[in-house]
DNA sequence: CTATTTGCCTATAACCTGTAGGAAGATGCA
DNA sequence: TGCATCTTCCTACAGGTTATAGGCAAATAG
């Protein structure tokens, strides 16, 4: 009866890579106990149930994005910051396809505040000091962000823009710079 | 042996309303059997598998979207183009979460391309058309509006705004603002 | 070197997908 | 009306996944 050696961490680890080679969606406790060539219900020592392992995937995600934008903003400012942080995100989603999706569960409030997931919004933030913003439009402008990496990221790797001319990249950089002209000529609130 | 009078139609909208309720994933070809009074078995004389299933509801979400999207913008022009048809998107979102997520399945290229997602394209290019942009510029920005109405809605309906200042109103606002002044003002490519 | 803890096992129950074949209701035609 | 046929839904079953309970053996501590 050889020990594998498993643990919530290695679990997690190997849940990950499972979810890029399969997809998140596909990583069952099962499959993943193949890999360990291990019985299902042994993991359940380790997890608690197969909505856990997909948790401890999510935040496992969150810390590697967090730490790669970490990397890439440190000694950077202005565009090349705001360049080098979507380019984390980008390229996280296409080497980790899985991982990416896995970063997007919802996750419950709580956990949701412990997890890396505020380093995120911190580091977005740092970013934003390299242009003129103040509250609130800094918090609008970290949002937009967001949703810009996120939204075109998700577009992207769902193949949204691979039937049509000009390729995504050409798209991606003008994105950059568009966003970039915005931040620094940050509009007043309208009228209305 | 009443009959209940199933068809491919009625259950993708069956399963539409059942996806708005406990989520898209949790749509199985079971739950959708329960909620008729009829076993399992049987729905598969209408629907293929359960992947054919959710394919039919995404396709019914695209259309009901693109739909409202139509309407919406029929008779305006510039940023209250651009309002109405951003509106649309969220607010399918929070009437319609779980049709929302459907739309976002990811079709095969055939599917996808005889889908309501290009009239999404359509209407998007046609809205463009009240601010100044050429090609290869018109389809960057369509890009970028894609993905922001994505990334936007996506963020918020998984709780990403919720837990801090302002509220996602004001945001919401305030990003439009930034985008129709984008497009008003869309940058040079820089010399990079 | 024994005693306890830990790790993985078998067994089992419930639920979901999907296939095969059967019976009852609906429909068409004489 | 009566009969044949088709359609719809059924039962039965096989295989996969989640999850729990209880057992035995390996690792570890005193």
Redesign the interface.
Known sequence: MARVGLTPERLARAGAELADEVGF?QVTVSALARRFDVKAASLYAHVRSSQDLRTRIALLALEELADRAADALAGRAG?DALTALANVYRDYAREHPGRYAAA?L?LD?ET??ASAGVRHTQMTRALLRGYDLTE??Q??AV??L???????V??EL????S????DSQ??W???L??L???LR???E??GS
Do not use: C, E, I, M
């Open positions: 969606d565009k997007q919802r409030p949701a505040a609130p439009d918090t609008h949002r937009l967001g949703s810009v990496f996120h939204g075109y998700s577009l769902g193949g949204g823009f039937h049509s001319a000009p050409q798209t950089t003008r994105v710079d568009a970039d002209a915005l000529n940050w509009p609130p309208t």
